[in-house]
């Protein structure tokens, strides 16, 4: 089945403890992105990749890194959470290129909390 | 640059009346567009995308959207509305160009389908 999966989907954890929040996706995607969904702001995007070693900032980088060292997963880390960084993250991925409109697909969500 | 803006956080309609949700864009080079639905507790999936094939374009669950270039518009219209349609919907656009592939969501309009 295609799909993209996140781990873990709800966490909790304090100020300044490093965390990592995986994403998969079995489809051979190109691209990926990290979205976070925060009432009345919709969805903004925090990082995306176009390929294997190639990341680039979306429109809230700050305090978050990730890494795309294969081509099938896109972690996201939070090197020292903020109270600020709660929210709702979703991974999503597609393949990329002109001449046709690729939809995104989407992971099912990680829930984050930081106290 | 490019952006996206829905009119309406949220719409309340009552069952089998007409379900009309307003996007427009901006964008510098031809987009494509594109309508999700996100369900309670779930992530988004894909209702209909316009990659200038048609103008109207139908997808799921009975819902269709007509691109209109001189209005920048890409509303979200359905007959009538089902119980189960109660969701929030997203509209995005996604562009590329300069080999880079950018996409922008809105902020979302949660739909109510009142009994």
């Known amino acids: 089945e295609a799909q993209v999966t996140q781990n873990p989907r709800y966490l909790i954890t304090v100020t300044g403890k490093k965390l990592t929040v995986t994403c998969s996706q079995n489809?051979?995607?190109?691209?990926m992105s990290w979205y976070r969904q925060d009432p009345g702001l919709g969805l903004r995007q925090i990082y995306y990749?176009?390929?294997?070693?190639?990341?680039d900032k979306g429109d809230v980088p700050e305090g978050y890194k990730v890494s795309r060292k294969e081509k099938r997963n896109f972690p996201l880390i939070l090197e020292s959470p903020s109270p600020n960084q709660t929210s709702l993250y979703f991974c999503?991925?597609?393949?990329?290129?002109?001449?046709?409109?690729?939809?995104?697909?989407f992971g099912p969500g990680t829930r984050l909390t930081v106290t | 640059a490019q952006s996206v803006t829905q009119l309406g956080s949220h719409v309340s309609v009552s069952e089998g009346a007409l379900v009309l949700l307003r996007c427009n864009y901006s964008?510098?080079?031809?987009?494509?567009l594109f309508w999700y639905v996100q369900y309670p507790n779930q992530g988004l999936q894909l209702l209909l995308k316009?990659?200038?094939?048609?103008?109207l374009v139908k997808g799921i669950n009975g819902f269709e959207a007509e691109f209109k270039k001189s209005e920048t518009s890409f509303h979200l219209t359905k007959p009538s509305a089902h119980m189960s349609d109660a969701a929030e919907y997203f509209c995005?656009?996604?562009?590329?160009?300069?080999?880079?592939?950018?996409?922008?969501f809105g902020t979302g309009t949660k739909l109510q389908v009142i009994p």
């Open positions: 995005a656009v996604s562009s590329f160009s300069g080999g880079y592939q950018k996409v922008t």
């Open positions: 316009y990659t200038s094939a048609a103008t």
């Open positions: 489809m051979n995607h190109e691209y």
């Open positions: 999503a991925s597609s393949l990329m290129g002109d001449a046709r409109g690729y939809e995104q697909y």
């Open positions: 990749s176009m390929n294997v070693e190639v990341t």
């Open positions: 964008s510098s080079v031809p987009p494509y």
